[in-house]
């Protein structure tokens, strides 16, 4: 379920980039189980199904760039994250083997292609949900993306040099379980994108309503906003931060409160 979640999430934040009385970032539940019993959650198949009807678009060469289940004229490039991989794979001779967690059917893989099909080897390892999986492997794997259900399969059959969490640890139901394994996995390169941090002390769990007009339903589920010092120390003991970034230079809401998705880079300690 937490994967999924994800999927629905960067056309919506550029959506309610505006402060909305209906729809966005709301409440400060005291756990993830008080925020899940207030949603109204999701059409699993639907998401789903739309997804892969656009993400083939961009296999085929029908579109330019997909975002979940949106289409778009031109790729909508992250700068941040392309200079990550250009850079581990550096380190490597030209070789990238990464795992992107929660990475649907390849949009990010889609996304930067262009840029890295001159490497000596390219493996894209997505984790995803069951159904996700299936769908991936039935019409999306190739010699570069192959799918996974959990970090210890990949793992079983891949020396991963970058662990990439994009848009999805705020999803989790236990967000610093997935950084604990990530921390004693001992992959040597770690990135975090498009968090978007508590500005307080503590986390701060919401639920985040979405309009309709995105797949055409309505939809609430539980989002962290997390304590920035908390995901810091629960990488700190065995990988170095080497810097910061802003995935993009839009304002969003939680309730009127403003905040903008952030990353970090981060290599193992030696």
């Known amino acids: 379920m937490f994967y999924l979640v994800k999927e629905l999430i960067p056309p919506v934040a550029h959506s309610l980039r505006w402060f909305s009385f209906n729809y966005g970032w709301k409440g400060d539940y005291k756990n993830y189980d008080e925020a899940k019993q207030k949603c109204s959650g999701y059409d699993e198949q639907a998401i789903l199904n739309k997804i892969k009807e656009s993400t083939l678009k961009v296999k085929n060469k029908e579109i330019a760039y997909e975002r979940d289940g949106i289409s778009y004229d031109q790729v909508q490039m ?19 083997v990464l795992i992107d967690f929660g990475g649907s059917l390849g949009t990010t893989f889609y996304q930067n292609y262009e840029y890295l099909k001159h490497l000596k080897k390219l493996k894209w390892c997505i984790i995803e949900q069951p159904s996700f999986v299936e769908a ?77 007009v995105f797949y055409g339903i309505e939809a609430s589920y539980p989002c962290y906003f997390p304590d920035r010092n908390r ?36 290599e193992i300690k030696k």
């Not at 986390?203 to 309709?212: C, K, L």
Request: aromatic share 16%; net charge negative; charged share 25%.
């Open 78 to 96: 992250n700068f941040p994250m392309l200079s990550v991989l250009l850079y581990v794979a550096s380190k490597n001779d030209n070789e990238l």
């Open 136 to 212: 991936g492997k039935a019409s999306f794997e190739n010699e570069h993306i192959v799918f996974y259900d959990s970090i210890s399969a990949c793992l079983a059959e891949n020396k991963v040099q970058l662990f990439m969490i994009c848009n999805v640890l705020q999803y989790l139901e236990k967000p610093y379980e997935l950084l604990e394994e990530v921390k004693n996995s001992g992959i040597p390169h770690v990135l975090l994108d498009f968090i978007g941090y508590n500005d307080k002390a503590g986390d701060r769990i919401t639920i985040q309503y979405v309009p309709p």
């Open 231 to 266: 995901v810091k120390l629960s990488l700190a003991s065995h990988y170095e931060k080497k810097y910061d970034f802003l995935c993009a230079p839009e304002k969003y809401y939680l309730q009127l409160k403003p905040f903008r998705y952030e990353g970090s880079f981060w």
